[in-house]
């Protein structure tokens, strides 16, 4: 089998094509914002979705594909423009009309929790690049271990120092 | 080919199961232990925040595994859904060597006195089964203490005035205090509470020849990496095996219980790791699954004399499913206090188990196991946007200056809350699986929003500068601490087992995990697992005459 065919034509995405990436990669920007910390687009979160996509997540291809297709039209049809070409404060706007949408709002609902997942998650799945939200909360890393402040021989007679 | 007959075959090796097997194999029975699931060890730990046995997006670490395993779960509006184990609404226990107890938070409560005569303290409860134990908590005692050593449990409940009577002390002491346990422990004190150290089946020092917890963040939902938590794995399950007595079967599961023209079974049918179709015959059956599996083998055990399935004559197989509802609060202090000290959890009260005014029990309230950020996305105040810039800054500032408590309570029984097998959908061996509907008693979530309040109050002493509750609404409850499908007590058209876990008309079938519990305690039920099931076991040795149960 040609390699070609394991991905989409003209994309560098093994599932996504480039425009999808292109919408998926705004509306999670949204979702997780960059400011002095990277947001969810820094941090790798559509490749996570993309790798999980692949995986066991597999039965979700189809919704994702309609549901960033769904999002672009409500864009379009509200602004005129695809998601990705809108200015920040027009996307807000757009994906808090998608959120109050009772067709739409379970693709969304699951874009937070993949995007919360992708961001906060355990950077071997994909996302959470370089540590970026681990950093950003504050979780000491590497973690330490094995830091009894007590002696063992104190503790098995019993004796509690702290107390 | 027909397989060796054995005395006992168990039907599960969790924490009823492995105490079991060690028991009977010890006293020479030839046992053999079936799981469904794999043996992991402690080089299984992959520390992943994703994919572990609490927080699942990614699947079940332990089993079961998503593919082979659904349910179907019919909600309050009467909408069936077919559910994976990792998905919500599935009620998942581990599928493991060790099932709940190879990667729990592993708190190991004695239930109080009161908690075994639930109808006879607070009365008849309308809409609910709420009743007495057929057992006491003086009857279980010798057996907690057995658990507590051979398990191993680390702790002090000294400072808790509220224990039942004990004749013997922990045998490893608390772990050292973290940071949240400092700023919680006066405050109780101010309030005129009863702060103390969480019984846990955890090495606090080395003991068993394991070593001790290294305080690691990945607790509660994770295996352990240096062995340091107790469960029935590493302790009771190699333990049976080295009395040779004892054979363990992993990969494998049961189909059904057979039964024979007299009544009494005869062994069972399972499919093993290679999907082949086996037959164990056994003098006696023990069903150790979890409440849920353990209804469902019952329900699915069909013959002629038993058309409804075994245990199950006056329908009460699979019926008072429940849980914990928990509920507590969270809260912000003014300064950083994450200090990545684990397990987290480590100091409670019972103060509230009982006694609430105009309240049927209550709950033990403790602070929380440490919060993984993953886990910390949706702990937010309401009113805070779940998405969006706002979310993140929460996050940012918020992660390291959280407090929480929360606590199980104990849920009032109800008849319709149930497992049943379900009439078309099969797991991938062609049995048809559990299917779970229900809902929960009022009562039970309005004890549970007063506990909320206990425990925002808790942390406002603690010094909480924003504090918030965390709630539970309607909806089945069962999870990990699921329990109460298989009823004991002494009426046989009430209850399906008798107080030594003997099914009422089948002498020779035992239902040993917290099927049996007729209430749940507003405590984590593991050491009452453990408990019951040495003292079933104490007294099926006892009443076994040479090859024959009799």
Redesign the interface.
Known sequence: MPIAACGRRGSPWRFFTAEEARTLEAVCA????E?Q?A?AAGAGVVHYMEI?LTR?YKPLQKTYRRGIAQIDQESIDVAGKPFADLPAAQQ?AVLHKVESNPELKPFFDLL??????GF???P??GGNRDRV??K?????YP????????D?AD??K?????R | MALKRANAVIVGAGAGGGIVAKELAEAGLSVVLLERGKWYSPFDCR????RNQRTS???QAFGPD?ERNPRVLVDPQGREHVVVA?GPGYHNNAACVGGGTFSYGAMAWRYLEKDFRMRSTYGRLPGSTLEDWPVSYQDLEPYYEKAEWEIGVSG?VSGDPFHAPRRRALPM??L??NREYELLYPAAKRLGLHPFDIPMLRN???YNGRP?C????WCVGFACEVDAKCGTHNTVIPKALATKNCELRTECVVKEILTNEHGRVTGIAYFDAHDQLQQQDADIVVVSCGAIESARLLLNSKSRFFPDGLGNRHDWVGRNLQGHTYTGAFGLMPM?I?D??GPGAGIAISDYNHGNPGLIGGAMLANEFIRL??Q??SMIPPGLP????A??DF??SA??RAIAVQGPTQEMPMFDSRVQVDPVVKDHWGIPVARLSGDKHPHTIEVSTVMAGKAEAWIKEAGAIQTWKKLSGPGLSAGQHQAGTCRMGNDPTTSVVNRYCQVHDIDNLFVIDASVHVTNGGFNPVLTIMAMAYHASNHLVKQWKGSRFA
């Open positions: 949204q979702i997780i914002p400011d910390d947001g999980q066991c807000l937070v929790a993949h995007t919360m997942q906060y998650g355990d071997r799945h939200s681990w950003m909360v504050g979780l000491p973690p330490l271990r094995g830091r009894l402040r007590y063992f503790l098995a019993g004796e509690l120092p702290w | 520390k992943d925040d994703l997006p990614l699947g998503d990792s002090d002491p608390p050292p205090p606090s020092v080395p001790a290294m305080r690691c963040r950083d994450y990545d000290l950020p993953i910390f996305v779940r998405w969006g810039k979310h993140k996050m940012r992660y390291r």
